[in-house]
């Protein structure tokens, strides 16, 4: 019975593991596309406007 209760606490912390890391990458792509709008409006500010 006690392999069982390691069992269900290795899958919960999987589970944890997983949502954690979406979270965190779902973040990071965000601030991805943030950051490369950015370069793209410098690039068109130093490019045309200079």
């Given amino acids: ?3 069982i209760g390691y069992y269900i606490f290795c899958i919960i912390a999987a589970v944890v593991c997983f949502l954690l890391i979406k979270k965190l990458t779902g973040c990071m792509i965000k601030m991805l596309v943030a950051f490369i709008a950015a370069a ?3 690039a ?3 490019l045309y406007f200079k």
């Fill in 40 to 42: 793209i409006i410098a």
């Fill in 44 to 46: 068109i500010y130093f």
């Fill in 1 to 3: 019975m006690e392999s």
